[in-house]
C-alpha cells in the first residue's frame, strides 16, 4: 500500500509529527499532500523587518504585498502571529542603502495593515512594541485586535516602550494574557490598561507576567499582586487556572485580591518566593495554598523552600513538578530539602507525575543517587524526565548507568535529559568561561566516552535518543558484536522555522 492509499485521518496524524524542514519537502510530492501540508506551514506567520540572523521567506514586504492584495491564501489558514522589529534603523552612509530602506518603510506602510486584515482566523498574537514603530501602525494594530473576532491568546511586550497616545484597555475577551516588559515601562498608566484587558475577560484562565531589571524609584510599589488589587470589586471572581511569575523583582504575594481570583489555580510557574502576605501573621502563602484546598498539578518554581515541599506532601495528583534550577549555595540545607522531597513529597505522587525535573548546578543531594531508584521507578506514567548527574564523584559512571537503567521501567518515556552538576568547589563562582567552561568541557569528553561502554540496552525499553548536557546520543547496531550501544551523534541543534523558510 502506497502512502496516498491510506485514509485521509491517518495522513493527517503522519504530516502532524513531521518538522519543519520534511513539510517543505512533503508538499513538493503531489498536490494531494500540499494541501494537508501547507495549513501547517503556514499556521504561524512572523512578521519582522530583521534579516541579519534570520530571512523569512518570502520576504517581509513581499508577505505583506501577497497578504494585502489576496494574491496567497496564507492568511486563511493563519492561526498564530508573531510581529516584532517592525521597523528598523540601517547604519550606512551609503545613499543607494537608505533609499532602498525608505522604500521599504513606504511598503511597510502602505502595505501593513491591509495586510493585517487579512488574517481573520488568527487566535494567538505576540506582539513586541517598540517605540520606533510608527504610531499609525501602532494605532492600526490595536484597532485590529480588538476587532479580531476569535483573538483568545495574547503575549504583549515592551522593547522600549510604547506612545502614550496608545489605548490597550479596549481588548477584550481572552483566554490567556501575557505581559512582558521592565518595572520602567510598566508605569501606573499603562498598568491600569492591563487590569482593564484583564477586567474585559471575564473567560481568562492564563495570567503570565514576565518582568526584567530591578524594582526600584517611583515603581517600587508595584508587585504582581497590583494587577490583582487594581481590579474592581464588583468584578466576578476570575476562573484562573495558571499563573506564571517570571518577576523575581516583581513578586507574588498570596493575599485576599489575589485569592480571590486563583480558586481554581492548577498551574503555579514561579521564578522567585512566593512571597508573605505582610498584613497576616503565621501563614505563608503555601499553607494559604493549603488551607483553601488549592490543589495544583502543575508546579514550576525556581527557590525551592521547606513551605513549598510540606505544601506538596499536603496531597496527591500532581501531574508536572519542574525544578530547574535548584540553589545549591547552602549545601546542607539543600541536602536536607533533597532528601524531604524524595521521602514525603515524591511517594505522593508517584502515581499520576508525568513530567519531572530535578536539575541544581552544582552537586547536592539533589543530584541522580542510586538510592532513589526505587522511589522514582515507581512514577509509571512518567513522559518526561530531566536530571542531574555529578560526573566528579566516586562511582560517576555506575550512576549514570543506573539513570540509564532506570528510564526503561517507564513505559510511557518520551524524554530523558541529564544535565552536568558542577563540583561544588566551584559554588559563588561565575557561570561564564572557566573554571566552568573547563569542567563542562572535560565533562563532555567522559561522556563521550562511558557512554558507549553501556552494555544494557534494550531496545525495546530504552530511548532511542538521550541528551546529556547539549550532546545527543543515540542508539545503534554495534559493530563488532551483537546487540546495541548509545553512539555520540552531534550537538543538539536548535532550528527556527518561518514560514516558507
Same mark, same amino acid.
Request: with cysteine; charged share 20%.
Given at each position: 500500500?502506497?502512502?496516498?492509499?491510506?485514509?485521509?485521518?491517518?495522513?493527517?496524524?503522519?504530516?502532524?509529527?513531521?518538522?519543519?524542514?520534511?513539510?517543505?519537502?512533503?508538499?513538493?510530492?503531489?498536490?494531494?499532500?500540499?494541501?494537508?501540508?501547507?495549513?501547517?506551514?503556514?499556521?504561524?506567520?512572523?512578521?519582522?523587518?530583521?534579516?541579519?540572523?534570520?530571512?523569512?521567506?518570502?520576504?517581509?514586504?513581499?508577505?505583506?504585498?501577497?497578504?494585502?492584495?489576496?494574491?496567497?491564501?496564507?492568511?486563511?489558514?493563519?492561526?498564530?502571529?508573531?510581529?516584532?522589529?517592525?521597523?528598523?534603523?540601517?547604519?550606512?552612509?551609503?545613499?543607494?542603502?537608505?533609499?532602498?530602506?525608505?522604500?521599504?518603510?513606504?511598503?511597510?506602510?502602505?502595505?501593513?495593515?491591509?495586510?493585517?486584515?487579512?488574517?481573520?482566523?488568527?487566535?494567538?498574537?505576540?506582539?513586541?512594541?517598540?517605540?520606533?514603530?510608527?504610531?499609525?501602525?501602532?494605532?492600526?494594530?490595536?484597532?485590529?485586535?480588538?476587532?479580531?473576532?476569535?483573538?483568545?491568546?495574547?503575549?504583549?511586550?515592551?522593547?522600549?516602550?510604547?506612545?502614550?497616545?496608545?489605548?490597550?484597555?479596549?481588548?477584550?475577551?481572552?483566554?490567556?494574557?501575557?505581559?512582558?516588559?521592565?518595572?520602567?515601562?510598566?508605569?501606573?498608566?499603562?498598568?491600569?490598561?492591563?487590569?482593564?484587558?484583564?477586567?474585559?475577560?471575564?473567560?481568562?484562565?492564563?495570567?503570565?507576567?514576565?518582568?526584567?531589571?530591578?524594582?526600584?524609584?517611583?515603581?517600587?510599589?508595584?508587585?504582581?499582586?497590583?494587577?490583582?488589587?487594581?481590579?474592581?470589586?464588583?468584578?466576578?471572581?476570575?476562573?484562573?487556572?495558571?499563573?506564571?511569575?517570571?518577576?523575581?523583582?516583581?513578586?507574588?504575594?498570596?493575599?485576599?485580591?489575589?485569592?480571590?481570583?486563583?480558586?481554581?489555580?492548577?498551574?503555579?510557574?514561579?521564578?522567585?518566593?512566593?512571597?508573605?502576605?505582610?498584613?497576616?501573621?503565621?501563614?505563608?502563602?503555601?499553607?494559604?495554598?493549603?488551607?483553601? @484546598?488549592?490543589? %495544583?498539578?502543575? $508546579?514550576?518554581?525556581?527557590?525551592?523552600? #521547606?513551605? +513549598?515541599?510540606?505544601?506538596?506532601?499536603? *496531597? =496527591?495528583?500532581?501531574?508536572?513538578?519542574?525544578?530547574?534550577?535548584?540553589?545549591?549555595?547552602?549545601?546542607?540545607?539543600?541536602?536536607?530539602?533533597?532528601?524531604?522531597?524524595?521521602?514525603?513529597?515524591?511517594?505522593?505522587?508517584?502515581?499520576?507525575?508525568?513530567?519531572?525535573?530535578?536539575?541544581?548546578?552544582?552537586?547536592?543531594?539533589?543530584?541522580?543517587?542510586?538510592?532513589?531508584?526505587?522511589?522514582?521507578?515507581? @512514577?509509571?506514567? %512518567?513522559?518526561? $524526565?530531566?536530571?542531574?548527574?555529578?560526573? #566528579?564523584? +566516586?562511582?560517576?559512571?555506575?550512576?549514570? *548507568? =543506573?539513570?540509564?537503567?532506570?528510564?526503561?521501567?517507564?513505559?510511557?518515556?518520551?524524554?530523558?535529559?541529564?544535565?552536568?552538576?558542577?563540583?561544588?568547589?566551584?559554588?559563588?563562582?561565575?557561570?561564564?568561561?572557566?573554571?566552568?567552561?573547563?569542567?563542562?568541557?572535560?565533562?563532555?569528553?567522559?561522556?563521550?566516552?562511558?557512554?558507549?561502554?553501556?552494555?544494557?540496552?534494550?531496545?525495546?525499553?530504552?530511548?532511542?535518543?538521550?541528551?546529556?548536557?547539549? $550532546?545527543?546520543?543515540?542508539?545503534?547496531?554495534?559493530?563488532?558484536?551483537?546487540?546495541?550501544?548509545?553512539?555520540?551523534?552531534?550537538?543538539?541543534?536548535?532550528?527556527?522555522?518561518?514560514?516558507?523558510?
Amino acid at each position: 500500500m502506497s502512502l496516498l492509499q491510506l485514509p485521509l485521518e491517518i495522513l493527517h496524524t503522519i504530516v502532524a509529527y513531521q518538522d519543519c524542514e520534511r513539510l517543505k519537502v512533503l508538499r513538493q510530492v503531489c498536490r494531494i499532500l500540499n494541501q494537508l501540508v501547507e495549513p501547517l506551514l503556514s499556521s504561524a506567520i512572523t512578521l519582522t523587518s530583521i534579516t541579519a540572523c534570520y530571512t523569512p521567506s518570502p520576504p517581509f514586504y513581499e508577505l505583506l504585498e501577497a497578504l494585502a492584495n489576496g494574491m496567497t491564501n496564507i492568511g486563511s489558514h493563519a492561526r498564530s502571529l508573531s510581529m516584532m522589529c517592525l521597523t528598523r534603523s540601517l547604519i550606512s552612509n551609503n545613499a543607494n542603502d537608505k533609499d532602498h530602506e525608505r522604500n521599504n518603510e513606504d511598503k511597510m506602510r502602505k502595505w501593513f495593515l491591509l495586510a493585517l486584515g487579512s488574517l481573520k482566523g488568527v487566535r494567538c498574537v505576540s506582539w513586541v512594541i517598540d517605540s520606533s514603530d510608527p504610531q499609525g501602525i501602532q494605532n492600526g494594530i490595536i484597532q485590529w485586535l480588538i476587532n479580531l473576532p476569535m483573538l483568545e491568546e495574547l503575549t504583549l511586550a515592551w522593547n522600549s516602550g510604547i506612545s502614550g497616545d496608545i489605548r490597550l484597555d479596549h481588548i477584550s475577551n481572552l483566554k490567556k494574557l501575557h505581559i512582558e516588559g521592565t518595572p520602567q515601562t510598566l508605569r501606573d498608566g499603562l498598568l491600569q490598561q492591563v487590569v482593564s484587558i484583564i477586567s474585559n475577560s471575564p473567560k481568562l484562565v492564563s495570567l503570565a507576567v514576565t518582568i526584567g531589571g530591578y524594582n526600584t524609584g517611583e515603581n517600587k510599589h508595584l508587585t504582581f499582586n497590583s494587577l490583582f488589587s487594581m481590579l474592581p470589586t464588583s468584578l466576578p471572581p476570575l476562573g484562573l487556572t495558571e499563573v506564571i511569575s517570571v518577576a523575581p523583582y516583581f513578586p507574588l504575594c498570596l493575599d485576599d485580591a489575589a485569592l480571590r481570583h486563583l480558586k481554581g489555580l492548577k498551574s503555579l510557574k514561579l521564578e522567585g518566593i512566593l512571597h508573605k502576605d505582610k498584613n497576616e501573621e503565621g501563614a505563608s502563602s503555601w499553607d494559604k495554598l493549603r488551607l483553601h @484546598c488549592i490543589q %495544583l498539578e502543575e $508546579l514550576e518554581l525556581t527557590n525551592v523552600e #521547606d513551605t +513549598a515541599l510540606g505544601y506538596l506532601a499536603s *496531597y =496527591s495528583g500532581l501531574r508536572a513538578l519542574r525544578f530547574p534550577d535548584i540553589d545549591g549555595s547552602q549545601a546542607t540545607r539543600v541536602d536536607q530539602l533533597a532528601t524531604m522531597f524524595y521521602t514525603k513529597v515524591l511517594p505522593k505522587h508517584v502515581e499520576t507525575l508525568e513530567d519531572l525535573t530535578l536539575l541544581s548546578p552544582f552537586g547536592s543531594g539533589w543530584s541522580f543517587n542510586a538510592k532513589y531508584f526505587d522511589v522514582l521507578s515507581q @512514577c509509571k506514567r %512518567l513522559k518526561t $524526565l530531566h536530571v542531574a548527574w555529578e560526573p #566528579d564523584v +566516586a562511582g560517576a559512571e555506575d550512576t549514570l *548507568y =543506573s539513570i540509564l537503567d532506570l528510564s526503561k521501567t517507564f513505559p510511557r518515556l518520551q524524554s530523558l535529559t541529564i544535565g552536568f552538576a558542577y563540583p561544588r568547589s566551584l559554588r559563588g563562582r561565575s557561570n561564564h568561561g572557566d573554571p566552568w567552561g573547563k569542567y563542562r568541557q572535560s565533562y563532555q569528553t567522559k561522556v563521550k566516552k562511558i557512554f558507549p561502554e553501556y552494555k544494557r540496552v534494550d531496545i525495546a525499553k530504552n530511548l532511542y535518543m538521550v541528551q546529556v548536557d547539549d $550532546l545527543e546520543f543515540k542508539i545503534r547496531r554495534c559493530q563488532d558484536t551483537e546487540g546495541y550501544q548509545y553512539n555520540y551523534t552531534a550537538p543538539m541543534t536548535w532550528k527556527r522555522g518561518f514560514l516558507g523558510a
